[in-house]
């Protein structure tokens, strides 16, 4: 029985009490939830139902949990109920109740996990949109790891989710890179104001080696070619570093764009027609202290520019304008600032800033060897990147390591132990249990066992101590995944999966899954392979949410 299968199971025994006394049905929620509790000795799972509706018909909650519990312990799978404090109830189900769970994962098998409690939301979901002015540093890979995990969490909670990547490929950063480019070229020092790296040095020889021509036009030219060639190829390495680190977005969305087609003017006059817009000292502003920001911002300089918040702005209303009802932005610890400015921004569009615009902000990593931090890239020069971090540890152990902590807190990656074959790096703790259990299946085959049909499992069998301890696990998945999605928090599923892990060590060490030597096959060895089986499959759809392989050998 799974806890949503338990929770229908408690609501059915509350309709029948509010029949048989009488009650008001309307009282009753259209569903309920039952946990696990903290302490394993007070049952399988807790329900608070009579607590919460004892206020709604009057009825004391420890008589409403007696009604309830009488009720619930006619059930079949219900071993015993038991009421504590004020009116919770602890359950107890029987070991074959417990244990059909086991069944229910291995014939589930990816779907395990999956629900539609975020059905009907239509979300953008933009994260890393580094400037395309150099390698991804090594804040942006923890938003490439976070973000994609995040998208993949929200998609198997029924969400209608557009990954997107903003291109800054317009203003005054990208003119330096383009200088950059040409002073290297000419084999001069980098602008002061430049970009530095041998990276630069690179891409600029290849700028020359497609345009041979380039050295010989006018510096303004000349500048416009590496601008153009240059953002194209850094752009181009980019996509490629994401897409070997397993990160691939819906969208790629050019700056640029919103200026070529007008946006920004669009924008603009939305917000005039929304009464936010004034003008003073020749520039063009949002009026945004009208929704909680500390200062107006300027859209449009005295000198005509666009500035990035308008920008901003204009990229925003596209994203609302393409029928994305919440817009989800992940940025870095230095963009605390943009909260109040972008949240007040939507406001000035009419949206519900609460409803409409959401944005997480990511803090800062170090890469940590022999117990000090490492500076600099040796092709970036200032900076840690994507690159650094996957040469270091590799992809797995970099996605999990970034995606195991909450994003606000910052982290240290220490190379030692994130390559570490040992059960203290997490990533190796979760990925020996896929590989273990693919281990134990493939010897159960050579030993000729098999988990059988599905209509001889012996779930009744599942009574050690252990092997219910891996069940409750099993059995918080949904759950966690749920909620995973709903704070935006990947790191739950990280933790879940090594909690996960334990308990399976612990069974794996208990139980004997596979017959000793000529020792015959019972049906609880069918049983445990069944139980192996779904810690599998549960392991793998965990790892595949945060985007880690599920290895079958290690």
Not at 298 to 320: H, I, P
Not at 329 to 337: S, V
Not at 408 to 429: C, G, H, K, M, Q
Request: proline fraction near 4%; charge should be negative.
């Amino acid at each position: 029985m799974t806890p949503a299968e338990l929770a229908e199971v408690v609501l059915a025994a509350a309709h029948a009490v509010f029949d048989e006394r009488g009650l008001d049905r309307a009282a009753l929620p259209a569903q309920t939830t039952v946990e696990r509790p903290r302490n394993p000795d007070h049952g399988d799972y807790a329900s608070t139902l009579a607590l919460q509706l004892s206020k709604k018909v009057g009825v004391p909650p420890r008589e409403l949990a007696s009604a309830l519990a009488d009720q619930l312990g006619r059930a079949p799978g219900v071993k015993s109920v038991e009421i504590a404090g004020p009116g919770f109830l602890n359950i107890r189900l029987d070991a074959g109740a417990a244990g059909q769970l086991a069944k229910v994962i291995v014939e589930a098998g990816p779907a395990y996990g999956r629900s539609d409690t975020l059905a009907g939301q239509r979300i953008n979901l933009e994260f890393v949109s580094a400037n395309p002015t150099g390698p991804v540093h090594i804040g942006g890979v923890r938003w490439a790891a976070v973000g994609d995990a995040l998208s993949r969490l929200l998609r198997a909670t029924g969400a209608d989710v557009g990954t997107e990547y903003y291109f800054n490929d317009a203003g005054s950063q990208i003119d330096r890179f383009a200088r950059s480019l040409l002073a290297a070229a000419k084999g001069e020092p980098a602008p002061e104001d430049g970009y530095g790296g041998a990276y630069i040095a690179e891409i600029a020889a290849e700028v020359v080696k497609r345009r041979p021509d380039v050295l010989n036009l006018p510096e303004d030219a000349a500048q416009e070619v590496f601008r153009v060639e240059g953002v194209q190829l850094m752009f181009s390495e980019i996509k490629s570093s994401l897409r070997d680190f397993g990160v691939e977005f819906d969208t790629y969305f050019n700056e640029k764009d919103l200026h070529d087609r007008g946006e920004l003017e669009k924008a603009l006059l939305r917000l005039r027609e929304h009464g936010h817009v004034f003008e003073s000292e020749g520039a063009t502003w949002l009026r945004t202290t009208d929704f909680g920001d500390d200062k107006d911002r300027v859209l449009r300089k005295s000198n005509g520019e666009w500035t990035y918040f308008a920008a901003d702005c204009a990229y925003y209303l596209d994203k609302r304008e393409r029928g994305f009802e919440r817009v989800v932005i992940m940025l870095g610890a230095d963009h605390h600032g943009y909260i109040g400015r972008m949240k007040a921004m939507a406001a000035c569009f009419g949206d519900d800033p609460a409803r409409n615009l959401e944005i997480l902000i990511g803090q800062l990593v170090n890469l940590l060897r022999d117990g000090a931090p490492v500076r600099m890239s040796k092709r970036a020069g200032t900076v840690v990147t994507l690159e650094d971090l996957v040469d270091a540890i590799g992809v797995d152990a970099s996605r999990y390591a970034l995606a195991r902590y909450s994003s606000d807190s910052p982290i240290d990656i220490d190379v030692e132990l994130w390559t570490r074959a040992t059960r203290d790096n997490p990533v190796y703790y979760v990925q020996y249990v896929a590989a273990r259990t693919a281990s134990v299946g493939r010897n159960a085959a050579e030993a000729g066992l098999t988990r059988g049909d599905a209509a001889d499992f012996r779930a009744e069998l599942l009574v050690h101590e252990k092997e219910n301890d891996l069940l409750k696990a099993l059995a918080e998945f949904p759950a966690v995944v749920a909620s995973a999605a709903e704070l935006r928090g990947p790191h739950l599923v990280a933790r879940y999966l090594e909690r996960l892990a334990g308990a399976y060590h612990r069974f794996y060490d208990n139980c004997r899954i596979l017959p000793r030597g000529d020792e015959e096959v019972t049906d609880l060895h069918r049983a445990r392979l069944w139980l192996n089986d779904a810690t599998r499959t549960v392991i793998a759809n965990g790892l595949h949410l945060l985007g880690v392989s599920a290895p079958e050998r290690m």
